[in-house]
Each structure stands twice: as structure tokens, then as C-alpha cells.
């Protein structure tokens, strides 16, 4: 009886732990970065994550985010919604290694954090025809460190996705391996593609405490007319 | 005592009798024809059909044909008993012809006739110039616009397993580089790349005193293997 009195006392006495935490209160050893960055040709955008064993954590005291792309600092804006916080930032077209730092006067900080953009490229419209192949040409890479995936969708076609084991700068689709959707027929197409990447690192590699997971996109979309 | 003698002397009979609860196997004679499922791979490569049965009851119980009963295959005017093996039935028939049936012939004359008829025959070319494998390289077939799908399967030593449907049949597909993730370990002087090209549609009807089935697919199945250099 005495339990439950004092689980009821509790929320009304606001004695809930906080949901986004200050890092005044958490070793650096205890922090987790989730990264993701989203690049479309004119706009990157960057979310960071960072997460305690007591929830998103919120930087105070003189702690401090950075991120660093394509050679510049970039901004970091607090985002606060249903799912908590994070740290977000909107620049333009940049790519190679992506650094996060967080500089704290009285804890240890982290500097040179890094996850990898894909190169960026340009992707060309192909001219078709009804019939005709689909030849899309882009600025090929080295493919070392990323995925390739071409993907094309209309409302006459199920979705197409084909991962490319090379990154050659030129594939091309039959419209053979398209499968129609209702009536099938021809339709406008949006062909993208793709390079991703991952990054997987720990923080503290000797007492392999705190981590940064990061994923990247750097993706390119044209719209093509397929008809008669 | 004595009610143990007779208990024990129950035991042996069941076992010497048989009578252990264990049914016998089912066979056409004791499975309801319409309760007797069919199904069945059948293939052709241009000049032989190759056709894999089996036949099952309601309780997916493999069936033996018994008694009086045969299972034949017959294409091309030809017609062959087929033979048990490892739980199906197998049979092949040296044709070119793309008529091709099941029949459960019974005992009493009776003959229940499934009908698989094969797509249009092709024939496969590989590429006519020397393949690179840093080069796109295409192989070919005698296209057609019938309403089938075409299936592709591209094997070497030298890359990983590629894989392709198409809807339509343009009668030609080409490889990209893009498409070959090199196996480095094999990629030394030339390879040997295997092309398998299907033709296949659901046009095999099953015989309307047997068990409801959906329609089965028969294909046409067509290799060809040429060396690429690296």
C-alpha cells in the first residue's frame, strides 16, 4: 500500500526523469550518435541523433554540436517533436566526409566523428521512345564505398529497383522488365538513382563505449515522358 | 496369468497380421478421382519433353498408381508409361513437339487426360562477336509476342548469378558491366559463361475429373555457353 502511494506521489511531485536530459548530467562515454543525411542535388540535409541510456540528449552548459561538410561548417538547428529531439542541419549540394564534434569544457570531447557522403553526380534524361530502352547515363565513381541502385516508378508499372555491382555511369532497362500495374500501358516515369552508404564506427574504439551509426544517400530524379 | 496370456496373444496376432493402425499407402484404386490432385513439371529443350508427376490425395499423401492403372506421358504423336522416382513420376519423349498430355489410364479402358501444351519452340544465340566481360555483351533468341514470360539466369565462374524475368520477349538481352560483381579469386584469362533463357506460361490444364488445380506452367528451356575475356 505504502508502494503505491509513493508511485503515485512521484509524477505529481514531477519527479519523472525528463524525456530530452541536459548533458550536463551524462559522461560522454554514455553518448550514441545516430546520423542521417539526405543529399537530392541542390539540398543536403543532415539529422543528428544523440541518444543516453536516459533518452535524446540535449546540450547545455556550454557543451556544443558541430557538423562539418563538404570542407564548412554547417549550422545545427534544435528540433524538438512528438519523437523527442534532435540536431538538423539544410546546405547545399557537398559530399566526401561528413564531422561531428562536440566540444565539452568539463567532460571529454569528441572531435572528428566522421561518416561519408557518397560523390555527388548528375543524372541525364534519357530520350525514348514506346519501345525503346531506357539508357540513363550519370558521372560514374569508384562505387568503393557506397551501393548504386536504379529505381524507376509510374502509375503503370510496379516500382523497379536493380542494386548495381558497379558504378559504370550508364545502365540501361528494358521496358521488358517492367511488370504493368492495372491496365499497364505507357505512362510518365521517374527514374532515380541512388548511392548509399554506411557508417558504423565506436567512439571510444579502447573502452568501445558510445557509437556513431550513419547512413547517407546522395540521389538523383528525372522524370522521362514514356508514351506513344 | 491367464489374462495376461490373452492379452499378450492379441498383441502378437495384431503384429503378425498387420493390424498395427497403420493405413496401406494410398493408390489410384482407393483415392476418389476427385479427390486425386495431379501435378507436374514439363519441359521441353527443343528435342526432348521432360515431365515430373506427382500425385497427391486430399491429406497431401503421395499416391502410387496401382492395380490396373498407368500414367503416360504422350507428345508428338509418342507415347511412354512413366516411372517412379524418388516419389514422382518421370518420363521423357524425343520430340520437337509442343503438344504434350498426362494421361491416368485405368484399368477398365477409362483415360483421364490432362493437357499441358508447351510455349512456341526457340533457339538461343550467344553473342556473335568475342564477349569482354568490361564490355556490354548480348545474346539473343527468336523473339515472340504470344503472352508468355520470359525468364533469364546468367552463370560464370567469374561473377555472381544473374537473374532476370521479363514480361514481354524482345528476343534479346544484353549484360552490362554494371550488372557483373567479379569474383576476383577466378578472374584470371578467360570464362566460361552459361546463358539459360525460359520461356514459360501457365497453359497446363488438368483434367476436370481430377481435383480443382490452378493452371501449370510448362516452359521451354533453352543454354548456351561461350567464353568471355576479362
Given at each position: 500500500m505504502r508502494a503505491f502511494a509513493f508511485a503515485l506521489i512521484l509524477p505529481i511531485a514531477g519527479c519523472a526523469l525528463p524525456r530530452s536530459p541536459g548533458s550536463g548530467d551524462i559522461s560522454t562515454l554514455d553518448l550514441d550518435f545516430t546520423a542521417e543525411a539526405h543529399d537530392d542535388g541542390a539540398t543536403t540535409v543532415v539529422e543528428i541523433h544523440v541518444d543516453s541510456p536516459v533518452g535524446d540528449v540535449r546540450f547545455t552548459g556550454g557543451d556544443r554540436l558541430t557538423l562539418t561538410a563538404g570542407g564548412s561548417g554547417r549550422p545545427l538547428t534544435v528540433v524538438e517533436d512528438g519523437d523527442g529531439i534532435h540536431y538538423e542541419a539544410s546546405f547545399g549540394d557537398a559530399d566526401g566526409d561528413f564531422t561531428i564534434d562536440l566540444l565539452r569544457p568539463h567532460d571529454r570531447s569528441i572531435t572528428g566523428l566522421a561518416f561519408y557522403m557518397p560523390p555527388s553526380f548528375g543524372l541525364a534524361a534519357p530520350d525514348i521512345d514506346a519501345d525503346g530502352p531506357i539508357a540513363l547515363t550519370w558521372n560514374a565513381g569508384d562505387g568503393q564505398r557506397y551501393t548504386s541502385t536504379v529505381a524507376i516508378q509510374g502509375d503503370c508499372i510496379e516500382p523497379f529497383a536493380r542494386a548495381l555491382s558497379k558504378d559504370t555511369g550508364s545502365y540501361t532497362v528494358l521496358p521488358a522488365e517492367f511488370s504493368p500495374r492495372g491496365a499497364g500501358g505507357r505512362c510518365p516515369l521517374d527514374v532515380s538513382l541512388e548511392r548509399a552508404s554506411t557508417t558504423s564506427v565506436e567512439v571510444n574504439e579502447v573502452l568501445r563505449i558510445g557509437s556513431l551509426y550513419a547512413t547517407t544517400t546522395q540521389a538523383r530524379r528525372v522524370r522521362i515522358a514514356w508514351g506513344p | 496369468m491367464g489374462t495376461l496370456k490373452w492379452w499378450a496373444g492379441i498383441a502378437l496376432g495384431a503384429a503378425v497380421c498387420g493390424c498395427g493402425g497403420e493405413s496401406a499407402p494410398p493408390t489410384t484404386e482407393s483415392v476418389a478421382l476427385d479427390l486425386l490432385n495431379l501435378t507436374a513439371d514439363v519441359k521441353s529443350n527443343g528435342s526432348v519433353i521432360l515431365a515430373s508427376v506427382k500425385l497427391f490425395d486430399a491429406e497431401y499423401q503421395s499416391v502410387t498408381v496401382a492395380g490396373g492403372d498407368r500414367l503416360l506421358l504422350t507428345a508428338g504423336g509418342v507415347e511412354e508409361e512413366m516411372v517412379p522416382f524418388d516419389g514422382d513420376y518421370i518420363e521423357q519423349i524425343a520430340t520437337s513437339a509442343t503438344d504434350c498430355a498426362i494421361v491416368l489410364a485405368r484399368g477398365d479402358g477409362a483415360r483421364i487426360t490432362s493437357e499441358f501444351p508447351l510455349p512456341p519452340p526457340f533457339a538461343l544465340y550467344a553473342p556473335a562477336d568475342p564477349a569482354s566481360l568490361s564490355a556490354p555483351f548480348t545474346f539473343t533468341w527468336d523473339a515472340d509476342p504470344g503472352e508468355h514470360e520470359t525468364r533469364i539466369e546468367v552463370s560464370s565462374p567469374c561473377f555472381s548469378l544473374i537473374q532476370r524475368s521479363l514480361t514481354?520477349?524482345?528476343g534479346t538481352y544484353t549484360i552490362q558491366p554494371a550488372d557483373l560483381a567479379l569474383?576476383?579469386?577466378?578472374?584470371?584469362?578467360t570464362c566460361d559463361v552459361d546463358v539459360v533463357v525460359t520461356r514459360l506460361w501457365a497453359r497446363g490444364v488438368i483434367a476436370a475429373e481430377l481435383s480443382p488445380s490452378d493452371p501449370v506452367f510448362t516452359s521451354q528451356v533453352r543454354t548456351t555457353r561461350f567464353s568471355a575475356s576479362p
Amino acid at each position: 500500500m505504502r508502494a503505491f502511494a509513493f508511485a503515485l506521489i512521484l509524477p505529481i511531485a514531477g519527479c519523472a526523469l525528463p524525456r530530452s536530459p541536459g548533458s550536463g548530467d551524462i559522461s560522454t562515454l554514455d553518448l550514441d550518435f545516430t546520423a542521417e543525411a539526405h543529399d537530392d542535388g541542390a539540398t543536403t540535409v543532415v539529422e543528428i541523433h544523440v541518444d543516453s541510456p536516459v533518452g535524446d540528449v540535449r546540450f547545455t552548459g556550454g557543451d556544443r554540436l558541430t557538423l562539418t561538410a563538404g570542407g564548412s561548417g554547417r549550422p545545427l538547428t534544435v528540433v524538438e517533436d512528438g519523437d523527442g529531439i534532435h540536431y538538423e542541419a539544410s546546405f547545399g549540394d557537398a559530399d566526401g566526409d561528413f564531422t561531428i564534434d562536440l566540444l565539452r569544457p568539463h567532460d571529454r570531447s569528441i572531435t572528428g566523428l566522421a561518416f561519408y557522403m557518397p560523390p555527388s553526380f548528375g543524372l541525364a534524361a534519357p530520350d525514348i521512345d514506346a519501345d525503346g530502352p531506357i539508357a540513363l547515363t550519370w558521372n560514374a565513381g569508384d562505387g568503393q564505398r557506397y551501393t548504386s541502385t536504379v529505381a524507376i516508378q509510374g502509375d503503370c508499372i510496379e516500382p523497379f529497383a536493380r542494386a548495381l555491382s558497379k558504378d559504370t555511369g550508364s545502365y540501361t532497362v528494358l521496358p521488358a522488365e517492367f511488370s504493368p500495374r492495372g491496365a499497364g500501358g505507357r505512362c510518365p516515369l521517374d527514374v532515380s538513382l541512388e548511392r548509399a552508404s554506411t557508417t558504423s564506427v565506436e567512439v571510444n574504439e579502447v573502452l568501445r563505449i558510445g557509437s556513431l551509426y550513419a547512413t547517407t544517400t546522395q540521389a538523383r530524379r528525372v522524370r522521362i515522358a514514356w508514351g506513344p | 496369468m491367464g489374462t495376461l496370456k490373452w492379452w499378450a496373444g492379441i498383441a502378437l496376432g495384431a503384429a503378425v497380421c498387420g493390424c498395427g493402425g497403420e493405413s496401406a499407402p494410398p493408390t489410384t484404386e482407393s483415392v476418389a478421382l476427385d479427390l486425386l490432385n495431379l501435378t507436374a513439371d514439363v519441359k521441353s529443350n527443343g528435342s526432348v519433353i521432360l515431365a515430373s508427376v506427382k500425385l497427391f490425395d486430399a491429406e497431401y499423401q503421395s499416391v502410387t498408381v496401382a492395380g490396373g492403372d498407368r500414367l503416360l506421358l504422350t507428345a508428338g504423336g509418342v507415347e511412354e508409361e512413366m516411372v517412379p522416382f524418388d516419389g514422382d513420376y518421370i518420363e521423357q519423349i524425343a520430340t520437337s513437339a509442343t503438344d504434350c498430355a498426362i494421361v491416368l489410364a485405368r484399368g477398365d479402358g477409362a483415360r483421364i487426360t490432362s493437357e499441358f501444351p508447351l510455349p512456341p519452340p526457340f533457339a538461343l544465340y550467344a553473342p556473335a562477336d568475342p564477349a569482354s566481360l568490361s564490355a556490354p555483351f548480348t545474346f539473343t533468341w527468336d523473339a515472340d509476342p504470344g503472352e508468355h514470360e520470359t525468364r533469364i539466369e546468367v552463370s560464370s565462374p567469374c561473377f555472381s548469378l544473374i537473374q532476370r524475368s521479363l514480361t514481354g520477349d524482345p528476343g534479346t538481352y544484353t549484360i552490362q558491366p554494371a550488372d557483373l560483381a567479379l569474383s576476383t579469386a577466378s578472374y584470371a584469362g578467360t570464362c566460361d559463361v552459361d546463358v539459360v533463357v525460359t520461356r514459360l506460361w501457365a497453359r497446363g490444364v488438368i483434367a476436370a475429373e481430377l481435383s480443382p488445380s490452378d493452371p501449370v506452367f510448362t516452359s521451354q528451356v533453352r543454354t548456351t555457353r561461350f567464353s568471355a575475356s576479362p
